[in-house]
């Protein structure tokens, strides 16, 4: 197997847990956030950079890789670690949220999904075998099992047939699946806000005996409180010897909860997509740095952190990239920004390591303004 987990310890105050994810291309200590390069890139980022800042592991996008440049593209370099000179894991996604976010633009059948290109508008059509064959082509070490987001709301007969068709999808990429050597395949919880289903769910997929497991179809839409209840029940339901992935999740608030659920892995593009619109997290929160108030502010973005952003710019200078639609105002925000959730996940690790993470969090909600 490509892929195996080693649990290293269990927080004494809550579900959290500390562990080792072991693939081919590396170990990863959990919990752990997950940068995510859509297009084999971290956007604005070059892979010597992310790395840099301490990523251990970024996402790449099967559905957008499948429309440009082309699986077989990819294959040829060598696979996506070649590609894109990134030789730390990779995980792909199966391609399904994107497929099923399209809207009138696709539909659904048991065999597959067709789906119309946003790009061109050109038809395609991808199935659970579909989706395994352009993964193995990429060449990622964790791999996504095709699945249907349920969107939210969802009524319970439609989060039903969704939830069971996904099912019968996940054991379809089982079987499809050759490269187990190489690439781990993941199976996704489903089953909306309905609390059966996603028990129902978790078992049959669990069956399946995977190298790891998904919760999917939570912040959706969904309030914060029906999201925090549905993963607390959820996540205790996948087994304790395998990593559990909380899938789309990148906000600080919604990184504690989740690790604090047991789970060890999440991944958002949160980060980089408000980077580029000029909002920056920090130590006391959310700063939206084209605001007038920073014209003449030469501080750092955050004054307790130590980026090379926040070493080498102030707020002024990068307001005013942004005023001017400079290039580099993005990059240095994204490079902030990703460093931010990097560090705040090595701070989590270190205070499930010294019983401490309840504590942590209050403290940084505090400061973060989460609190008053």
Known sequence: MAISFELIKESSECNARLGKLHTPHGIIETPIFMPVGTRAT?????????????????????YH????PGHKIVEEAGGLHKFMNWDLPILTD????????????????????????????????????????IQNSLGSDIMMAFDECTPYPSSYEYSK?????TTRWAKRCKDYHQNWDSQGLFGIV???MYKDLREQSAKDITDLNLPGYAIGGLSVGEPKELMVDILNFTTPLLPKNKPRYLMGVGSPDY????????????????PTRIARNGTVLTSHGKLVIKNAQYKRDFGKLDPECDCYTCTNY???YIRHLFN?????????ATIHNLHFLIKLMENIRTAIKEDRLLQYKEEFYKKYGYIN
């Open 42 to 62: 971290v956007k604005a980022m070059t892979p010597e950079e992310v790395k840099d800042l301490g990523a251990q592991i970024i996402l790449g996008n099967t």
């Open 65 to 68: 890789l499948y429309l440009k």
């Open 94 to 133: 199966s391609g399904g949220f994107q497929v099923f976010s399209l809207g009138k633009l696709r539909k659904i059948e048991e065999e597959g999904v067709e789906f119309r290109s946003h790009i061109d508008g050109s038809k395609h059509f991808i199935s659970p075998e579909k989706s395994i064959e």
């Open 161 to 165: 047939k969704s939830m069971e068709r």
């Open 190 to 192: 489903q089953g909306g």
């Open 255 to 270: 990184l504690f909860e989740a690790v604090i659920s047991g789970v060890d892995m999440a991944d958002c593009v949160l």
């Open 314 to 316: 102030s707020r002024a």
């Open 324 to 332: 001017v639609n400079e290039i580099l105002g993005a990059r240095l």
